[in-house]
């Protein structure tokens, strides 16, 4: 039987074997690519080159892609543990080509692989292919020998694959395996395929086609192919299994979280959840992701509880999903050394979550008895349901287990309404939006742009490329905005964090304002110009100005961005990964993983430390080398970012050595001074750090001088006696703030006298109202407490005006009379007469609103007339 493992080496080595370049699995966080939540097919990390926008040193790949399907479109998580074949995290094989092979060789390999290299007995397949496609068939038929009676004509639904509504796609051919007649199904095409007999293992998928806005196909220059194979359903295959959970892989993780929780019954679905979670969190942590309340932290935190709700239901009392992780690291982590590597970050988040989920629990279980108190159904709303999930992460299967002992059951409709409601609001966030992209068509003849900008500012290049909103253009006049592309650029795209180049294309009688420069598809700039004299098109010869200036000032920031990166690793520990950076003129904000807030020593130490690495001078030396030899020498790769197979490794002396494609200064002392001026949280796990340098931060030290002096000569003090003159008029202010207080109660003392005066019976009960004149509510709650020990039964009014024209209002109901009123109705009556709110419990209320003392005066007495005469 072969493992899992061994599986997957097969198949990478048989298409090496074929002249195929190995490619490394990219992080499961889609790199420059906004319209996915996770990467969720093999193909994610070559889009670019499918089409056309991105040229790779090879036509050939195959790859081992590590996919996750829990969020967004492709959402399997609520069908995990319940079949054979859904997973939320999955490995998909893959061979590609780029304008190489095309049908012929994709289906010859791939025949090849399952018959003659893994074994799989013919009359047990099944292929597909699309219904107009009559080249597939006739491959299949002809060249491999394959019975027509097994080929099945499919429509589009299944057999055409399109990336997007316009671009490239094309027809697939899809391989079955045929399970037995053991199983419930038919083949592929007949009214019986839902059945689980004929399973789809590979998808074979030719790009041939670039579908117009108009839906009409015209024919791709270089056509493509798309494979992908789920390794678990190969590997369960292989090894005699029929269900993806029995394969070794699976069995090793269901049998470690059957001892962890102490459950015996090693089938149950349970256990399939838990086994499967863990490998999806796991990979999110290591590529960066962390549990929070949005966006791809949201979906982690979801599938945790997922597996923490299961475990519970288990038996587990423990935290217990955290030691999964062992496990996985022997089953995975030599295929994946970044479990290893990650190992103590992923072990924490879990058990943070795991800690954290066992308050919801118990939170959740109280907020249940409350919601469900006063019902007199037995059905609990889904309203309510939703609302427990929902806010406070308490699962329906958990609300179902608790109404169920109760006798009760749950409108799962109503809940599912609710989802669905809040599904299409999800579907409406434009969290992740793509906001420079051009058509395949578009870029489909340009060179890649060549950036000339790391040893000067000012180059002469031709215009290659002009568009407005994505459309192409052959000019553009003077008073208009437009996008171009030059065949050579000084101008920085944003990367990295790193902010885009400003300055202006000019040549004679031609004049564009560059408002900012972006990536396109990994290889183009694209030049956001505004024309101010005469016009721009196609072919024109111009001066490329980046600002200098503007330039100078950004890799300052760039710059000490390493430097801070490297201190905080060093400082804090290997823990600490980049989770995001912002480097403009101005400042630079660099986000990054820790848990807690750093003190005020702690800031001062790292900012100590990042100014004594520019003191030090250290030269920068960027080289160009393979990403495997880069990463093997020490550089640091970032989080988020998309490496090819050639990197730039940046060094700052043997400080701080780190994949960049970005400027940066000659050496570290250029940029004079670091002044860190704000440290705060960003997210659960994320802090941020702001900085300033160069003259920006030398301005900022001497602008907090100037606001010291200020400060120190407002208390008749020098700058250095400051905190001492500050600390004698703060206790001189609280000595005299106990004096005012002092006065204040025997001036409302010797009022009370009074005001007490004016109690009134009226019908055997005791009546009160008075408006004070700028009385806290902690003195009014006070009198009415003094009128409710000497005056039972009665009710009390107390309000106090300000001159600002608010009010509070207090109303208290003794013992004797909450039979006859209830303080928050009557404060409500009064309230209500001048459109203030408030409320509380029959014996005591209080609110306020906007009044005068008349006005309020006027309104508690309609409100007290009124219950008397009642």
């Known amino acids: 039987m072969r493992s899992t493992a061994e599986v997957r080496q097969l198949f990478i080595d048989f298409f090496a074997g074929k002249n195929h370049q190995t490619v490394a699995s990219s992080s499961l966080i889609p790199a420059e690519d906004p319209t996915l939540l996770f990467v969720n097919a093999g193909m994610v990390q070559f889009k670019d080159v499918f089409l056309g926008a991105e040229k790779r040193s090879y036509t050939r790949a195959t790859s081992s892609q590590r996919c996750v399907r829990a969020g967004g479109k492709h959402n399997d998580l609520d069908q995990v543990g319940y079949t054979a074949r859904h997973h939320t995290f999955f490995e998909m094989l893959g061979n590609f080509s780029f304008g190489d092979y095309f049908k012929q060789e994709a289906i010859e390999y791939a025949w090849e692989f399952l018959t003659a290299v893994v074994g799989l007995p013919v009359e047990k397949l099944w292929v597909t292919v699309y219904e107009e496609d009559d080249e597939a068939e006739q491959i299949w038929r002809d060249v491999i020998g394959f019975p027509a009676e097994r080929i099945s004509r499919i429509g589009a639904k299944d057999n055409f694959w399109q990336m997007g509504d316009t671009g490239p796609c094309g027809p697939c051919t899809e391989i079955f395996y045929d399970h037995g007649e053991s199983i419930a199904g038919g083949p592929p095409g007949t009214p019986e395929e839902d059945g689980d007999r004929y399973i789809e293992i590979w998808n074979l998928v030719f790009m041939q086609f670039d579908r117009q806005p108009d839906g009409s196909l015209q024919p791709l220059p270089n056509p493509c192919v798309d494979t992908g194979m789920g390794l678990e359903r190969i590997a369960s295959i292989l090894q005699g299994k029929h269900d993806n959970y029995d394969i070794d892989l699976f069995q090793a993780l269901i049998a470690e979280a059957a001892r962890l929780t102490g459950y015996k019954d090693l089938g149950d679905a349970s256990l399939k959840v838990i086994a499967d979670h863990i490998r999806t969190c796991a990979f999110l942590i290591a590529d960066g992701v962390l549990p929070s309340n949005e966006g791809r932290g949201y979906v982690l935190r979801r599938i945790i509880r997922r597996a923490l709700r299961h475990g519970h239901k288990l038996g587990a009392s423990e935290p217990f999903f955290h030691k999964m992780l062992g496990v996985l690291i022997v089953q995975m982590g030599e295929a994946y050394p970044e479990l290893k590597t990650h190992q103590d970050t992923i072990e924490k988040q879990l058990l943070k979550e795991e800690l954290k989920f066992a308050e919801t629990l118990d939170t959740g279980m109280q907020l249940f008895k409350k919601a469900t108190r006063n019902l007199q159904a037995d059905v609990i709303p889904g309203e309510i349901a939703f609302k427990l999930y929902d806010t406070y992460g308490f699962p329906l299967d958990l609300t179902q287990d608790v109404a169920r002992e109760q006798g009760q059951r749950v409108d799962v409709a109503g809940f599912e309404n609710c989802m669905s409601e809040q599904k299409k609001r999800s579907r409406s966030n434009k969290s992740f939006t793509q906001t420079h992209q051009l058509s395949a068509e578009s870029v489909q003849e340009l060179s890649p742009t060549q950036f000339t900008g790391y040893d000067r500012t000012t180059d002469t290049a031709t215009v290659i490329g002009l568009f407005s909103e994505g459309q192409a253009l052959q000019r553009a006049d003077a008073g208009q905005k437009a996008q171009l592309i030059l065949d050579a650029t000084p101008f920085y795209a944003e990367s990295g964090g790193q902010v885009g180049d400003i300055g202006v294309l000019q040549t004679e009688g031609v004049r564009a304002q560059v408002l900012d420069t972006q990536k396109v598809a990994g290889q183009y700039h694209l030049h956001e110009v505004e024309v101010l004299e005469g016009t721009l098109e196609i072919g024109l010869r111009i001066q490329a100005i980046a600002d200098a200036e503007y330039r100078n000032k950004v890799i300052l920031n760039h710059s000490a961005t390493h430097l801070l990166h490297k201190v905080l690793r060093e400082y804090l520990g290997n823990h600490v990964q980049q989770k995001g950076s912002l480097v403009n003129a101005d400042k630079l904000r660099f986000d990054f993983s820790h848990e807690g807030p750093l003190s005020a020593e702690d800031v001062r130490t790292v900012e100590q430390r990042v100014n004594q690495a520019i003191r030090q001078n250290y030269s920068t030396e960027a080289q160009l080398m393979a990403y495997d030899q880069a990463i093997q020498s020490g550089a640091m790769a970032l989080f988020g970012e998309k490496y090819g197979d050639e990197v730039r490794v940046l060094s700052m002396g043997d400080f701080s050595v780190e994949l960049c494609g970005g400027t940066h200064v000659q050496a570290t002392g250029d940029i004079g001074l670091f002044k860190i001026i704000e440290e705060t949280s960003v997210a659960a796990g994320v802090r941020r750090i702001e900085a300033v340098?160069?003259?920006?931060?030398?301005?900022?030290?001497?602008?907090?001088?100037?606001?010291?002096?200020?400060?120190?000569?407002?208390?008749?003090?020098?700058?250095?006696?400051?905190?001492?003159?500050?600390?004698?008029?703060?206790?001189?202010?609280?000595?005299?703030?106990?004096?005012?207080?002092?006065?204040?109660?025997?001036?409302?003392?010797?009022?009370?006298?009074?005001?007490?005066?004016?109690?009134?019976?009226?019908?055997?009960?005791?009546?009160?109202?008075?408006?004070?004149?700028?009385?806290?509510?902690?003195?009014?709650?006070?009198m009415v407490d003094r009128f409710k020990s000497h005056h039972d039964p009665g009710i009390v009014v107390f309000a106090s005006a300000n001159p600002d024209g608010k009010v509070q209002l207090v109303v208290g109901v003794t013992k004797g009379a909450v039979a006859s009123f209830k303080a928050g109705n009557v404060i409500k009556d009064i309230l209500a007469h001048i459109g203030g709110r408030g409320g509380g419990r029959p014996d005591f209320a209080q609110g306020g609103g906007d009044a005068s003392a008349d006005e309020i005066r006027n309104a508690i007495e309609k409100t007290l007339s009124g219950l008397q005469e009642g």
């Open 693 to 782: 340098t160069g003259d920006r931060a030398l301005a900022y030290i001497q602008s907090q001088d100037v606001l010291l002096s200020q400060a120190a000569a407002l208390v008749n003090a020098t700058a250095p006696k400051l905190p001492e003159a500050v600390t004698s008029l703060l206790e001189k202010n609280k000595a005299l703030e106990k004096q005012l207080e002092q006065v204040k109660k025997q001036q409302l003392g010797d009022q009370l006298g009074d005001v007490f005066d004016a109690v009134e019976e009226n019908g055997g009960k005791y009546y009160l109202q008075h408006v004070f004149e700028q009385v806290d509510s902690g003195q009014l709650r006070d």
